[in-house]
T-cell receptor, first 112, second 115 residues
Framework: AQSVTQLGSHVSVSEGALVLLRCNYS??????LFWYVQYPNQGLQLLLK??????LVKGINGFEAEFKKSETSFHLTKPSAHMSDAAEYFC??????????FGTGTRLQVFP | DAGITQSPRHKVTETGTPVTLRCHQT?????MYWYRQDPGHGLRLIHY???????DKGEVSDGYSVSRSKTEDFLLTLESATSSQTSVYFC??????????????FGPGTRLLVL
């Protein structure tokens, strides 16, 4: 069965600092992996997705994620945090006809 | 932004009453989904639809039913609401479910409080 684990339900960084949100997946077959962002009182918006075309995936708002099969990870990074990045971030996994399985989310706080 | 609306956006109801939430899309996507979002659980799939009158259960379907009589509308019904169904409900759509790489697009959510 597929699953994702997001390490750290809350992450706090200073404005301008590196953002690193962790996601590890479990899948018996090559997965498709997604990062979604949820701003307060809004729905989820796709940040980026991995579909096996390239291991380093660039998304919107300066975020990127690297698929590492040996570590079963798909961590989300951004070199320099902005105040507007404060939100909740969800990692999700699927494959073939399976449904999308979400992690429990990581809330990112950005301090001035 | 994907054309997805949910109604109502907020609802307060009492235990034992029926509740229907509506999702409407203007994208003509085949697949529609209902999720609930709860702290510590992320999003969990309740039901999904792969066409008009074609629906199937998700991970947490007990206590919920769905209907889809038109491509654009997907209804979620709580036959007899319970306090455990207090949650934020999200509708999502996708063009396909045949390949796991398809992106799902989400509506703005409905916040439901069952007293």
């Amino acid at each position: 069965a597929q699953s994702v684990t997001q390490l750290g339900s809350h992450v706090s960084v200073s404005e301008g600092a590196l953002v690193l949100l962790r996601c590890n997946y479990s899948s018996s077959v090559p997965p498709y992996l997604f990062w979604y962002v949820q701003y307060p009182n809004q729905g989820l918006q796709l940040l980026l997705k991995y579909t096996s075309a390239a291991t380093l995936v660039k998304g919107i708002n300066g975020f990127e994620a690297e698929f590492k099969k040996s570590e079963t990870s798909f961590h989300l990074t951004k070199p320099s945090a902005h105040m507007s990045d404060a939100a909740e971030y969800f990692c999700a996994v699927s494959h073939n006809t399976d449904k999308l399985i979400f992690g429990t989310g990581t809330r990112l706080q950005v301090f001035p | 932004d994907a054309g997805i609306t949910q109604s109502p956006r907020h609802k307060v109801t009492e235990t034992g009453t029926p509740v229907t939430l509506r999702c409407h899309q203007t994208e003509n996507h085949r697949y529609m989904y209902w999720y609930r979002q709860d702290p510590g659980h992320g999003l969990r799939l309740i039901h999904y639809s792969y066409g008009v009158k074609d629906t199937d259960k998700g991970e947490v379907s007990d206590g919920y039913s769905v209907s889809r009589s038109k491509t654009e509308d997907f209804l979620l019904t709580l036959e007899s609401a319970t306090s455990s169904q207090t949650s934020v409900y999200f509708c999502a759509i996708s063009e396909s479910m045949d390949r796991g790489e398809e992106t799902q697009y989400f509506g703005p959510g409905t916040r439901l409080l069952v007293l």
